[in-house]
C-alpha cells in the first residue's frame, strides 16, 4: 500500500522539485501514472515529442511511483536511465506515462516507464532507471 498520496506527492514536489512537469493521475502499490500536456516547447521539427521532454516525464514518474513507497524523499536520485525510442510520439496528442517499480532495496530503486501518446496502444519510448536511494530506517 503507497505511503503517499497522488495529491501528498503533488504538494511535495512542487515544494522541492517545482520545474518537474507532468500531472500525476495516479499512484498505486510500485506504480504510478502521470500525463503531459504537449505545447510548442515539447516538440521537436516534423511535430514530434523531443526525446528529452519523454525522457524527463519517464523519470519524474519514475520518481512519483518511488516516493509513493518510501515517503518524501528529496535525495532519491537517478543514477541510472536507458530510453529506448519505439515510433514516432504524435505532437497533437498528451503523453501519458506508466511507471512500475521492478525492485525496491534499501539503496536503490529499479524501474520501468512505458510511454503512450494519448490514444494509442502501443508505447513510444520504454525507459528503464535506476534510482540512488538515501540511508533509511526499516
Known amino acids: 500500500m503507497p505511503v503517499m498520496t497522488a495529491a501528498a506527492i503533488e504538494d511535495f514536489l512542487d515544494e522541492v522539485f517545482p520545474q518537474r512537469f507532468g500531472t500525476i493521475e495516479a ?6 501514472t502521470m500525463s503531459l500536456a504537449i505545447d510548442d516547447e515539447h516538440l521537436r521539427p516534423g511535430a514530434s515529442v523531443s526525446g528529452p521532454t519523454l525522457m524527463g516525464l519517464a523519470d519524474v514518474c519514475l520518481y512519483v511511483a518511488i516516493l509513493a513507497e518510501i515517503g518524501p524523499e528529496p535525495m532519491a536520485v537517478t543514477s541510472d536511465l536507458h530510453c529506448r525510442f519505439l515510433r514516432r510520439p504524435r505532437g497533437d496528442r498528451d503523453i501519458i ?5 521492478l525492485k525496491l532495496g534499501r539503496r536503490l530503486a529499479v524501474g520501468e516507464v512505458q510511454l503512450f501518446s494519448a490514444g494509442q496502444e502501443e508505447p513510444v519510448a520504454l525507459v528503464t532507471a535506476t534510482y540512488a536511494l538515501p540511508d533509511r530506517d526499516d
Not at 27 to 32: G, P, T
Open 97 to 101: 506515462a506508466t511507471a512500475r517499480i
Open 27 to 32: 499512484v498505486d502499490h510500485m506504480r504510478a
